[in-house]
């Protein structure tokens, strides 16, 4: 039990009040002579024994009634939920909210931060309770809540600030939380950050507080000068074929000029420097034109040199991963492959071309390796995360087996129908295949496609509305009924619903299946611009279906598909952990996740919004201070910070004291009572 | 201990009483001529009534003057009056010692007593006295001399009450004792066994003897005005009780009326006067409401 006025407890002494009244007052039985105590009943000793039993009675009602009154106005209450609002008390407890994001790197900050941490510790009362929270795009309980504050100064040597991103929000709903069940009346939740602007990407929204409990914030570190990072980075194919131009961009923030340069590596192999040239405003564009790596998963790191106040964003600001080609195994046709012939040989025609065409338009984002199919297993085909079939029903058996197990692996399958047979189409995509529809160009008979399921690279074949790459239009296609129960299912159809792409999932693979043959007499869709975007993306699409994606921020978690079949992890620092211990990426660089079986490279880069060091304004600090509330949030909630409604509703708290007084009143009531009955 | 037999005769009440007589209700012995009527027919100063002359009459007893008018021979016959003995019983039990006003029964009693005793040797009665409590602690005879009324009184005075009643017992020995009829004049809380206390009256009752009972009792014993705890001593067993009197008030009363009913339908059924006596009366109201229903 806690006390609000804890002094009041002193009055309990008065309970001495009613035992001296009952001392003094009390009456001893009077000796009397009586010659006809003959006529007193039995009852007479027992009406004494009553008496003596009320007389009791009544001093300890007496004594509660002063218990109750004097406890009434000490005001107990028995967690901190009951504590009433504006009561000045030792009752007090602590949840320090410390920003670790990558912008608390700059500068004193984190070391500003650490010092005013330590110092409202020492504002609260010796053997108070107190947290201690860490945040940046999560929050955590870094220390839960302990008399000990020796823990939290402890914790608040050892923890550095990261590289993630911030969230505010985040941070302020987990100090309400560890606010709300501390075990003290009041509490002072102090969240000490440098309130960078970029942490309010999203509007901050009230949190729900139990009275008694306050926002307090802190700001750190100073405005920035100037800071300059990389924002962003990409590779893009150079006019020749042999080189590959990195484009760098990059921003800077804050007040001042910044000189320096920008130099990029390969593998930690430095591939030149070149100035910061800054045009107006705050954006500048660096460019490097170097060699085509000959090898996957070559690291290219950016890093800027330039005296600025948040180096820790520039060191590695941006980890690139090479933007290298997917590979391709396109399964050409056999059998019925024309070629023709040149001057410089066989070269194929058909399929084979319209593919090979579109594979050249992609540049390098798509290396492309040419199988007749004979002699394919399972295991050359999982070099290839995609797989182009242009006439399955040439294969033979072995290799259309080797193919449906590549599915099953995880590999992507993308079918186009050939002029023959289509029993092997069907098998693969687990659909019923029908006969052939021919349609009368002369009559204005052709199908376009009309709608698609599928948002991203399918989007690209148009639906209803505009289409991106106008609307292909078909002579020839496979009547195809989708084999749902095998897990087929339409993505894209022509305008009459027939099917014009299938998606199967099989295994942990993914098979696309087209009802057009790739030839001019069947569709005029190989004969368009937009044909080798299109086959780029997708066979993007089919690799993303079936691997995880490759490019992370710093906090971002480490998915359970990314980490599939991984045994170990390289972190950038370059030790090896068992993948099972690493859950997210907590620092900028390259991961290697290894297996026996596979390796993949993650890059991880601080997110970008954290070299953005401008500050909200003190107006919008105090904006946050406000945004603790008791009871219901309104159905709008706060949609911006400045338009939040902070008024605080009336003091529901602490109830207990009126209780005691109703109850000291029923036992004056009963003391009354008892007393006009007892005799004295 | 009482040195002057003033202390049981207030003059100012004897003043009251002067013109007081005591005349007994019923036809007692006497030896002497007194206030009282005698059965016997005798010498005396008032006329009674006439009767037939029977051979044998003394002729000095025929009313002339009837013969003359008439020619027959009458005899008239006068009252006789006669002295009476008056035994005043006293109770000396220690109960009777008990008192919560200006008098104890006891004292009450004696003064009731004394006058009683004044006024029957003033009408040339014959007083005797009783003292009793568990046995008879003074006896004497009954006589009509001034002298004799001044040793009863002072020995009443000499008493003093202290030991337990055997009331019923030792009424049945005065009783016994008791030879000529007369007046039984008994002062007593009558705190014994009410029964008993019936028989022995009827015992006296039965030997011819008028019996006038006083009921003397103590007006905080008749109204049980005690507040507060108390703790209740009876004076002649040591029996204590622990009460809160308002508690016990009802009961008590109930129980004490019933007392005081049994005996005055007890006693009025047989003839006896009584008379409840409160203490804390003036002395003069039970005398005259006494005397008063004698006359």
């Known amino acids: ?680 | 201990m009482p040195t002057s037999t003033q202390r049981f005769l207030k003059p100012e009440l004897l003043a009251q009483l002067s013109s007081m007589e005591f005349r007994v209700r019923t036809i007692v012995e006497g030896m002497l001529s007194g206030l009282h009527r005698s059965p016997y027919r005798g010498l005396s100063s008032e006329f009674a009534e006439y009767r037939d002359y029977q051979p044998g009459d003394e002729p000095t007893r025929i009313d002339w003057k009837v013969f003359a008018r008439s020619d027959k021979y009458y005899i008239k016959e006068f009252e006789e009056e006669t002295n009476l003995e008056t035994h005043i019983v006293l109770d000396a039990s220690a109960s009777m010692g008990f008192g919560t006003g200006t008098y104890t029964k006891w004292q009450y009693a004696g003064i009731l007593s004394a006058s009683l005793a004044y006024i029957m040797q003033r009408q040339s009665d014959a007083i005797g006295l009783v003292v009793l409590d568990e046995a008879i602690r003074v006896e004497m005879e009954t006589k009509t001399t001034r002298g004799h009324l001044i040793h009863t009184i002072g020995a009443m005075e000499n008493t003093k009450p202290q030991r337990q009643t055997r009331l019923a017992a030792v009424l049945h020995q005065v009783a016994a004792k008791i030879k000529r009829r007369g007046v039984v004049l008994l002062l007593s809380d009558l705190l014994d066994e009410p029964s008993e206390v019936m028989s022995a009256l009827e015992h006296l009752q039965h030997r011819g003897h008028q019996v006038n009972v006083f009921h003397v009792l103590d007006t905080a014993e008749l109204n049980f005005d005690f507040e507060g705890p108390h703790l209740f001593i009876d004076p002649e067993t040591n029996q204590q009780t622990l009460a809160i009197p308002d508690v016990v008030r009802g009961d008590y009363l109930k129980s004490l009326q019933g007392f005081l009913d049994f005996y005055s339908n007890e006693l009025g059924k047989r003839n006896m006067r009584y008379s409840l006596v409160d203490t804390s009366l003036p002395l003069d109201q039970p005398l005259f409401s006494f005397l008063m229903r004698n006359s």
């Open chain 1, 1 to 680: 039990m806690l006390f609000v006025n804890l002094l009041y407890l002193a009055a309990t002494g008065a309970i001495a009040g009613p035992v001296m009244l009952h001392l003094l007052l009390r009456q001893r039985p009077q000796r009397q002579t009586l010659p006809t105590l003959r006529f007193l009943t039995a009852a007479a000793p027992q009406s004494y024994a009553m008496h003596k039993f009320k007389n009791m009675l009544l001093l300890f009602s007496r004594m509660l009634l002063v218990l109750l009154i004097v406890l009434a106005f000490a005001r107990p209450f028995f967690n901190a939920a009951d504590a009433p609002e504006g009561q000045e008390t030792a009752g007090i407890g602590m949840v320090l909210v410390m920003d670790r994001s990558c912008s608390m790197q700059a500068g004193d900050t984190w070391e500003i931060a650490r010092t005013r941490a330590r110092n409202a510790l020492k504002s609260v009362p010796e053997d108070s309770p107190v947290a201690l929270i860490v945040f940046d795009r999560v929050s955590r309980l870094a220390v839960p809540e302990t008399r000990d504050a020796g823990r939290v100064l402890s914790e608040l040597q050892v923890i550095e600030p990261g590289f993630a991103a911030t969230d505010l929000g985040a941070a302020l709903r987990a100090g309400a939380e560890a606010g709300n069940q501390l075990n003290a009346h009041r509490a002072r939740v102090v969240i000490i950050s440098d309130y960078q602007r970029s942490a309010m990407q999203q509007a901050l929204a009230p949190v729900h507080v139990r009275p008694g409990v306050d926002f307090e914030t802190i700001q750190v570190g100073a405005e920035p000068s100037v800071n300059v990072a990389i924002a962003s980075a990409q590779t893009i194919p150079a006019e020749l074929a042999d080189k590959q131009s990195v484009l760098l961009e990059i921003r800077r923030f804050g007040k001042g000029d910044a000189e320096g340069a920008v130099e990029l590596f390969e593998d930690g192999k430095s591939l030149g420097d070149q100035p910061l040239n800054w045009a107006e405003g705050a954006q500048t564009f660096v460019e490097f034109v170097v060699d085509k790596p000959t090898a996957n998963d070559v690291i290219l790191r950016a890093e800027v040199h330039v005296t600025d106040s948040h180096p820790a964003d520039n060191d590695s600001n941006v980890l690139l991963e090479v933007e290298r080609a997917i590979p391709v195994l396109v399964l050409q046709q056999t059998g019925r492959v024309k070629f023709a012939s040149s001057e410089s040989g066989l070269f194929p025609v058909g399929a084979n071309r319209f593919v090979k065409a579109a594979v050249q338009a992609c540049g390098g984002l798509v290396d492309a390796a040419w199988s007749s199919g004979s002699g394919i297993t399972p295991e050359t085909l999982l070099r290839y995360p995609v797989v182009l079939a242009l006439d399955v029903d040439a294969y033979g058996d072995d290799a259309v087996a080797a193919i449906d197990a590549y599915v099953e692996s995880g590999g992507a399958l993308v079918l186009f129908p050939g002029n023959g047979a289509t029993s092997t189409l069907q098998a693969l995509s687990g659909s019923t295949v029908g006969g052939w529809k021919q349609l009368d160009e002369q009559l204005s008979e052709y199908r376009l496609v009309s709608s698609v399921r599928h948002q991203g690279p399918l989007d690209l074949l148009g639906s209803t509305g505009e289409s991106v790459l106008g609307h292909p239009k078909v002579y020839r296609y496979l009547n195809v009924e989708p084999g749902v129960e095998n897990g087929a299912a339409t993505v894209a159809q022509f305008d009459n619903g027939a099917p014009f792409i299938l998606e199967r999932r099989k295994g942990d693979g993914l098979v696309y299946a087209f009802t057009v043959p790739l030839e001019a007499s069947a569709t005029d869709f190989v004969l368009r611009a937009s044909f080798a975007p299109f086959l780029y993306e997708l066979v993007a699409h089919a690799t993303h279906e079936t691997e995880a994606r490759r490019r992370y921020l710093v906090g971002d978690g480490a998915s359970a598909t990314l980490m599939r079949g991984i045994d170990d992890v390289q972190m950038p620092n370059g030790k090896t952990l068992p993948a099972q211990t690493v859950t997210s990426f907590a620092e900028p660089g390259a991961y290697a996740l290894t297996s026996e079986s596979k390796a993949t490279l993650v890059s991880v880069n601080i997110d970008p919004m954290e070299s953005d060091l401008a500050r909200l304004n003190q107006t919008e600090i105090d904006g946050i201070r406000d945004l603790g509330i008791s009871g219901d949030v309104g159905e709008g909630g706060a949609d911006e910070l400045n338009d939040a409604d902070v008024t605080m509703p009336p003091d529901e708290s602490g109830k207990f004291w009126r209780y005691l007084l109703f109850a000291a009143l029923a036992v004056f009531a009963f003391e009354s009572i008892l007393a006009s009955r007892t005799l004295r």
